[in-house]
C-alpha cells in the first residue's frame, strides 16, 4: 500500500496527550536516514565507549538444519498462559501470549485452547466423520477422501465467548493483556466448504440446523444454524499450512467464522442434520449471557466488534519519555474492520490509527498509532468500527445494558494506565 | 430411486438459501451408511426426548451410583465440591452472585440426560449403562426437588418434567427480521 508521506517537519498531533498522526512513523523514518532528527525526541543514549567486537557466532560454523524448526532459545518466555478446572488437568484454557506478538497471524502452538476434557489422541487413520439425520444419504467421511474434496483458504480470527470477562470483576485485574484478552487468535485456516458435503448427503427440506459433535471425551456438541453452515462453514483439515494441531482439532475440525470458539468443535466426528436445535448442556446451561433481571440470552453466537492495544499493555514498562509506536488488534463477527481510534487521555479526544494491511473480513486487523510520551500519566484506549457500522462500547456502557453477570461477549474498550513512574496497569476509565 | 430423493434435497436447498450454495463439486467419496450402522454414534437427545434409549431409574438407585462415580467431584448431595453444584441457587439469577445449576438453570429435563451419557463420570466417559444414566437424571432432578424419590425416569417421563427456569431464555436466533 502507497501512502503519501507526512512532510510536515513536525509530526502533527491530533489528540490529547501526545498522539501523533497516524503517518508520522514514514517521516520519523525517512528524517533519520537524513540529517533531522525530531525536535521532540530525548537525548540519545550515551555513546558508545568501547571499540566494536565481533561476535564470536561469527567466528564458528552455525547449527545444522532440522526437520522442523522451534523457536530461539531466547524466546522461551514467549508462552500461553494456561489454567486449568479443579480436579483436572485437561478442562480449562490457554491464552495467546498477545503482550509478545505482532502482525494478525497466531503462531499455531500459541492458538489459545478452551478444551471440555482434555486433548484426544486420534489416530487419523481410524478417525470418521459421519453426516446424518434430516438427509436423503447418511454419509461417513475418512481423512484421505475428504482430502480430495475442493479446498478453500482464509486468514480468520477465533475467540472464546468468554474473552474479556475478567474485566467484569469489580476492581480491574493487575495482569497481562494475554490474561485478559487471550483468548482470541488468528490463522490461515485451510478447508472443505461443508455446504459441499452436506450437499451431497442430500439435505431435507425441514433442515434448519446441523450438530456438530467432537471426538474428545467431553463429545462436545453445538446446534448450528443452517444458515450458517451453508454460508462459509468449513471442514478444516489446516492451518496455517500444516495439519492441524491436536489442540485445534486433529485431524478435522468444524470452522464457523465469526461466531464463538466453542461452536467450532473440534475433532469433528458426526453431523446430525435437525429441524430444530438439540439444545445441549453447552448452548443452554454455558455459553448463554444471563441478564440483571434473571433470564438469559441463548444462541448469541456471533462475536462483537472489539479492540485492545497490546503494546503498551499491562505489565510492561515504559523506558525513557520520547516517541512510542501503540499497537494493537481489532476484530469482528460481523466482517471487516472500518476503523480503529486510539485515545491517549482515557477517552476526552480520539485520533484514527493506521490499519495495517491486509484488512481482511472476520480477520485480526493489525493497527498502530504514534504516540509521543511526555513522561506524565497516560490512559490508552482504543475503539474499533466495524464494517456494519458497530462500535465498541465502553466497559459503563456494556454493563449499563447487560449487567455483570452476563459472562460472554464482553468486548468493551480496555484501559491502560500508564504512570509517570512508566508502569502499564489495567484501569477502568 | 435414492437419486430422486436426493435431488429433491438439493432442490429444496437452493430454494431455502438462495445464494449461498457454493458452486463447487465434490468427488462425491462419501460412503453411505445405514440407520443400524449409525446407531452406536447417534446419541443425541433432543430436548422433547427424542433419541432417548430404553431404560429406566429412579433417584434412589442413581443415589448409589452417585456415591460411587460422582461424589468426589460434586460432593455429598450434590452441592458441589472440586467442580460444578448440581443443587441449589433458586431464586439467585437475578441477583448478585447467580448460582446456575441444573435446579436454577437448565431449561430442559432430557439434557441431563444426554450430558451425563456423552461426559460423566469425568474421568470415564461413556461407561455408564443407560439404566445408570437414567437413575443418575433421576437423583440430580430430585435432590432440586423437582421429582419425588420414587419417580421412575425413562424415555415416557423424563420429557414431561417441568424444569424450573423452562422459560428463562430468550433467544437471540434467528435474528428478528427472520421470524
Known amino acids: 500500500m502507497t501512502e503519501p508521506r507526512f512532510l510536515s517537519p513536525q509530526p502533527e498531533q491530533v489528540a490529547g496527550n501526545g498522539l501523533l498522526h497516524r503517518r508520522a512513523f514514514l517521516t520519523t523514518s525517512a528524517a533519520l536516514t537524513g540529517a533531522a532528527g525530531l525536535g521532540f525526541m530525548t537525548a540519545r543514549p550515551a555513546a558508545a565507549q568501547a571499540p566494536l567486537e565481533v561476535p564470536e557466532w561469527m567466528k564458528v560454523p552455525g547449527a545444522p538444519m ?31 501470549p498477545l503482550e509478545h506478538l505482532e502482525g494478525i497471524i497466531t503462531p499455531s502452538g500459541l492458538h489459545f485452547e478452551r478444551h471440555h476434557n482434555g486433548i484426544p489422541g486420534i489416530d487419523p487413520d481410524r478417525h470418521r466423520l459421519l453426516i446424518h439425520g434430516l438427509v436423503a444419504r447418511p ?158 440470552l441463548q444462541f448469541t453466537f456471533q462475536m462483537g466488534v472489539k479492540s485492545v492495544i497490546t503494546s503498551p499493555s499491562g505489565g510492561l514498562e515504559m523506558q525513557d519519555p520520547g516517541l512510542y509506536q501503540i499497537s494493537g488488534i481489532a476484530w469482528s463477527g460481523a466482517g471487516r474492520i472500518r476503523r480503529v481510534e486510539v485515545s491517549a487521555d482515557g477517552g476526552q479526544s480520539w485520533a484514527e490509527a493506521a490499519l495495517t494491511d491486509p484488512v481482511l473480513p472476520l480477520s485480526l486487523t493489525r493497527f498502530r ?48 494506565l500508564v504512570s509517570a513512574a512508566g508502569t502499564v496497569s489495567n484501569v477502568y476509565a | ?99 446456575r445449576t441444573v435446579g436454577s438453570y437448565w431449561p430442559y429435563a432430557p439434557t441431563v440426560f444426554d450430558y451425563i451419557r456423552r461426559a460423566m463420570p469425568y474421568a470415564l466417559p461413556q461407561s455408564l449403562t443407560d439404566d445408570e444414566t437414567y437413575a443418575l437424571t433421576a437423583y440430580v432432578l430430585q435432590l432440586n426437588g423437582i421429582i419425588g424419590e420414587d419417580d421412575v425416569m425413562d424415555a415416557a417421563s423424563l420429557p414431561l418434567v417441568e424444569m424450573p427456569n423452562r422459560d428463562g431464555f430468550i433467544l437471540a436466533w434467528p435474528p428478528t427480521e427472520e421470524r
Open chain 1, 139 to 296: 454419509l461417513m467421511f475418512d481423512l484421505e477422501s475428504l482430502s480430495r474434496y475442493p479446498l478453500v483458504s482464509r486468514i480468520q480470527f477465533l475467540e472464546c465467548s468468554g474473552n474479556g470477562r475478567a474485566n467484569d470483576a469489580p476492581e480491574p485485574p493487575q495482569v497481562a493483556v494475554s490474561e485478559i484478552h487471550g483468548l482470541v487468535s488468528c490463522s490461515d485456516w485451510t478447508g472443505v466448504p461443508l455446504s459441499v458435503l452436506l450437499d451431497e448427503a442430500g439435505v431435507e427440506p425441514e433442515a434448519r440446523w446441523i450438530v456438530a459433535e467432537g471426538a474428545d471425551s467431553a463429545a462436545m456438541t453445538r446446534s448450528v444454524p443452517m444458515a450458517k453452515a451453508l454460508d462459509d462453514a468449513i471442514i478444516a483439515l489446516y492451518q496455517n499450512g500444516e495439519r492441524l494441531r491436536p489442540d485445534n482439532g486433529y485431524p478435522m475440525r468444524l470452522f464457523l467464522p465469526g461466531y464463538e470458539g466453542n461452536m467450532s468443535i473440534k475433532w469433528l466426528r458426526r453431523i446430525e442434520v435437525t429441524a430444530a436445535p438439540m439444545m445441549t448442556r453447552e448452548e443452554t446451561s454455558k455459553y448463554t449471557d444471563l441478564l440483571p433481571d434473571g433470564r438469559a
Open chain 1, 369 to 416: 498509532m504514534p504516540w509521543r510520551w511526555d513522561g506524565g500519566p497516560a490512559v490508552l484506549q482504543s475503539r474499533a468500527t466495524d464494517e456494519s457500522g458497530a462500535v465498541q462500547p465502553t466497559r459503563t456502557a456494556l454493563h449499563a445494558e447487560l449487567g455483570t453477570n452476563f459472562n460472554y461477549h464482553h468486548n468493551a474498550i480496555q484501559s491502560w
Open chain 2, 1 to 99: 430411486m435414492l437419486g430422486a430423493v436426493a435431488a429433491q434435497g438439493v432442490v429444496a436447498l437452493c430454494m431455502a438459501w438462495p445464494g449461498t450454495l457454493t458452486a463447487q463439486e465434490g468427488p462425491g467419496l462419501g460412503v453411505e451408511l445405514t440407520v443400524e450402522q449409525i446407531a452406536a454414534w447417534d446419541i443425541n437427545v433432543a430436548p422433547d426426548g427424542a433419541g432417548l434409549p430404553p431404560g429406566s431409574g429412579n433417584a434412589r438407585q442413581g443415589a448409589e451410583v452417585f456415591a460411587v462415580k460422582c461424589i468426589a467431584c460434586h460432593s455429598t448431595d450434590g452441592e458441589g465440591g472440586l467442580n460444578d453444584p448440581l443443587v441449589g441457587g433458586h431464586g439467585s439469577l437475578n441477583g448478585p452472585e447467580p448460582l
Open chain 1, 66 to 96: 532440522s526437520g522442523y524448526g522451534a523457536p530461539s532459545r531466547h524466546e522461551e518466555q514467549v508462552q500461553r498462559r494456561f489454567s486449568s478446572s479443579p480436579g483436572t488437568v485437561g478442562s480449562g484454557v490457554s491464552r495467546t
